[in-house]
């Protein structure tokens, strides 16, 4: 499951929930992410390492970058490898990397299709890179197709085109918020996954939904009120904000209409009994509306 779509939507959150998800249902999981250092996951707060790492029972959480990926397939298929080790480390190969393009990204593909195809998990959710990066990313194994025709390149794209393709086995999900201008560009990505890269797209995710909690007779009844309680006027305020909000996203989610299959995910309030467990307590909730994609529980 490649999860993506414009920066700040939350496909982190959602990647995680979907992760969490699957390791319930019973799917030993993977929740890869792209990074060059290693970081925090900024939901399960752990070090993100190159080696996936456990941080619930069946899911584990690691980051995919080119330069390890190459050295472990050095390691792997190479006698003597450790001869290269130094290359790899050296200034030569990190201008080579940076100077052929779509060459990082050809690596990292083909460490999510090891992680995919051959490594003991049943499942690998990718919380890829925002509406642009992903495209190019997309792009990349096709373009390598068309300008190196044989070698282990060839031999290498070929595999991870024919996995994308795969609609058994991939599925990209593009997450938006309910803003014109989020919708648009997810709609846009969606429409470029599917008909250019021929690839399975679906759900589309809005997240962050607020939903009208009052009927606009109500909230006439509420403004008009007049009353000496600071407490009930703050609460008014803060009712006719959400109002706001709600009528702002009702509009702009008349635009996702083209698309076929849309689930929505609520915003979550914060916890504000919980210390450092907030983050959990959010992508559990987040999950509850994304069950349906991984079927009924049995
Ligand atoms: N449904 C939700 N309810 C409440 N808060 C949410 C929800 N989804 C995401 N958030 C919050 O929105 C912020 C952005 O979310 P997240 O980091 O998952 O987005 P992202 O798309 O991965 O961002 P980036 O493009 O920077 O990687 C975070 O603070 C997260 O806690
Ligand atoms: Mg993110």
Known sequence: MIVTGKGGVGKTSLAAALALLSARRGSRTVLVTFDREDTDHSIFGVRLKYQPKEVHERLA???????????EY??????????????????????????????????CLGKLYDLAMGSGFDR??????????VKILLGVPDATLKVVQVGPLNHNARKIQHLLWDADKTRI???????EMAIREALELACYCRDERRMAVG???????????FSSAEMELLT???????????????????????????????GMTPWPDVLEVPRILPDEESDGGSSRTLIDEMADPLRILFGNPS
């Open 224 to 254: 008009g009120m007049d009353t000496p309680s600071e407490v009930l006027r703050a609460a008014i305020g803060a009712a006719q904000s959400e109002y706001q909000l709600a009528s702002v996203q009702d509009q702009a989610r008349q």
């Open 61 to 71: 959480v690691s980051r995919v970058d080119a330069f390890e990926a190459v050295r």
């Open 124 to 133: 690998v959710i990718f919380d890829a890179p925002s509406s642009g990066h």
């Open 203 to 213: 759900p589309l995710i809005l997240n962050q939904v607020v939903r009208k909690r």
């Open 173 to 179: 999900i593009v997450a938006a918020v309910p803003e």
């Open 74 to 107: 050095v390691r792997r298929k190479m006698p003597f490898s450790s001869l290269y080790e130094g290359f790899f480390e050296g200034r030569v190969f990190r201008v080579f990397a940076a100077a052929t393009p779509g060459f990082e990204e050809l690596m």
